[in-house]
């Protein structure tokens, strides 16, 4: 794994021994001689990780990384303490500073790399989360986040013994609610079931490998990036160390020291629910980026994507593919007369109806003005045709409501077009159901009109009956 790590230390010979360490698993190394000169570095040169020393002229390892926390463009990076001081006090001192970890020297090489890529590894995935998320931003496809809608933490705590779990759970006291399983595969499936905000997992299980559990727990979709923490006896590092590498995220050595535990569990809450929210811009750019806003149909750029897919489908299993592309009549006439808001209004009556008739396996789509179009999946031009004859009369059939209370008979022209064989593609066959759309229109407009031009023989449709169970009306 390669990435990017800044080694601060004022003792030369400690950062020859962490770029030589690092190097050799093909880490990019750079170092700072004070704290200082880090920040400065961090700010031009994206680093993955800060290996912090805490004893240094000037700022400490401390101040360094409160700065480093506190500056929005640097808080995602983590940091990892490494210093001679080993009471409880500094290294709970390191945690509020915001510290991801605080080891103590002289620090084991294999735990160290192992931290190291466990935490590179993590930040990637909060950095595309960023990036997508980021994209969104600016252009303008987010909404801010609202802080007041924050609900309480919930836990899950897998631990086999009672004692145990009794005191952890008292440690953690009434920050969070916390739910307990007395053995791995109830654990596995609380949190398959539940959302959870962090999952701490004794290491020592007595009835189940926990590191088996970790894995499963990665496995899963809903808890591949929950949190997890394990509680480990400060003997087992090598299995401490293999947890690390199958993705745990934090831990904690017995005995367990209160505001240790609650800190290192407040962090992993609120990584996960930062990640959690660039995840849901993440959505909701996608979901804005392809819906038509006035509609909530697919737009235009969906379309075009999807057919592409849909005419690849047609061509390899040699089934049926049709379009339907559908105008408004007089849509300008509506405009004029009743005003822009009547004939939004029209729109989104039209695409309303247009999705409540047809089957979950078509797609209708807004393609720009009063304009939509069908996708058609295993249909035929045969029956694309009477499903489009269908439609033409249920907007024919009911009265539009216009914001003045009043109503309008409104109608829609309809041209229909068939995959035309392994030569075709979706640009051609919107062409050609645009082309019959203008021949609806040249005969009177409210008519139905197919595409000529089709010659390849469409196979029989593959799902059941000859009428489309889905349309209903």
Known sequence: MSGRILVVDDVKANVRLLEARLGAEYFDVRSAANGEEA????????????????????????????????????????VIL??????????????????????????????????????????????????????????GLTTPFDPSGEEEARLLLVDDRPTSSSRLVEALGRDCAVDIEGTAPQGLIAAAEKPYDTILINLGLASYDALRLVSQLRALERTRLVPIVLIADPDDTARTTRALELGVNDYVLRPVERTELLLRVRSQISRKRGND????????????AITDPLTGLRNRRYLETHLVSLVRQARE???????????????????????????????REVARRLRAHTRSLDMACRYGGEEFVILMPETTLDTAEGVAERLRKLIEAEAFALP????????????????AGRDDNGDAMIKRADQALYEAKGAGRNKVARDRKTVAPQPPETHAGSGRAALTG
């Open 39 to 78: 920040l400065a570095l961090i700010a031009s040169w994206p680093c993955d990780i800060v290996l912090l020393d805490v004893m240094m002229p000037g700022l400490d390892g401390f101040e360094v990384c409160r700065r480093i926390k506190s500056d929005p463009r640097s808080a995602h990076i983590p």
């Open 82 to 139: 490494i210093t001679a001081l080993d009471r409880t006090d500094d290294r709970i001192q390191g945690l509020r500073a915001g510290a991801d970890e605080f080891l103590t020297k002289p620090v084991n090489d294999v735990a160290l790399v192992a931290r190291v890529k466990n935490l590179v590894a993590l930040k990637r995935v909060t950095d595309e989360l960023r990036l997508r998320a980021q994209t969104g931003s600016q252009l």
């Open 277 to 288: 929210r660039l995840a849901a811009d993440v959505e909701q750019t996608i979901a804005m």
């Open 317 to 347: 299993a040699e089934l049926p593919l049709s379009v339907l592309v559908i105008d408004i009549d007089h849509f300008k006439r509506i405009n004029d007369l009743h005003g822009h808001d009547a004939g939004d209004r029209v729109i």
């Open 404 to 419: 003045s209370q009043d109503e309008m008979l409104v109608t829609v022209s309809i041209g229909v077009a068939g995959f």
